[in-house]
T-cell receptor, first 112, second 111 residues
């Protein structure tokens, strides 16, 4: 148990659906991250939030919409996704001073 | 890019043997970190080594850092079947930009 909880663990959706991934951290950290992990590719940093403010957006398509209502919760809203968006989406948090990331178990997304 | 590049991509060894994985990076760093990932799960932090450190130990793990060569190695001694996983290095530069990971090394330890 890393202190970072992601739900759902598995999600199957059609290209026209709207769904959301949720991440919650119980570590008192002030930074939260979304990473995408596709087969045979490096982990891709998608978004970073520091103290609820978005500080990084790595040219992610607008069909992915993050939301950070407070420093403990992070959402990734999904809309009109493509099959190539199927991947493991990993949430992480950190105390910016340490640099060490604590990851959730991931949400396995399949887009049909 | 800060991306770490692990080498080899895959490694298969017998239980009890030592496993060595290498990581190279491109720019100056604040620290370098190693993570482990079991199949389909999240990443778990193993060890952090700062730019002014040359070697660090944690249990059966030994990490070295050579900033002149921009490289690091992770040694797992007396490997066990439970060490089977993917191992990633990641770096943090002096501006504390978020970690960027490589593709990892897939380690298989055969009992």
């Amino acid at each position: 148990e890393t202190g970072v909880t992601q739900t759902p663990r598995h999600l199957v959706m059609g290209m026209t659906n709207k769904k959301s991934l949720k991440c919650e951290q119980h570590l008192g950290h002030n930074a939260m991250y979304w990473y995408k992990q596709s087969a045979k590719k490096p982990l891709e940093l998608m978004f970073v939030y520091n103290f609820k403010e978005q500080t990084e957006n790595n040219s992610v398509p607008s069909r992915f919409s993050p939301e950070c209502p407070n420093s403990s919760h992070l959402f990734l809203h999904l809309h009109t996704l493509q099959p190539e968006d199927s991947a493991l989406y990993l949430c992480a948090s950190s105390d910016r001073g340490s640099g060490e990331l604590f990851f959730g178990e991931g949400s396995r997304l399949t887009v049909l | 890019s800060q991306q770490g590049e692990e080498d080899p991509q895959a490694l298969s060894i017998q239980e009890g043997e030592n496993a060595t994985m290498n990581c190279s990076y491109k720019t100056s760093i604040n620290n370098l970190q190693w993570y482990r990932q079991n199949s389909g799960r999240g990443l778990v932090h193993l060890i952090l080594i700062r730019s002014n450190e040359r070697e660090k130990h944690s249990g059966r793990l030994r990490v070295t850092l050579d900033t002149s060569k921009k490289s690091s190695s992770l040694l797992i001694t007396a490997s066990r079947a439970a060490d089977t996983a993917s191992y990633f290095c990641a770096t943090v530069n002096s501006g504390n930009t978020p970690l960027v990971f490589g593709k990892g090394t897939r380690l298989s330890v055969i009992a």
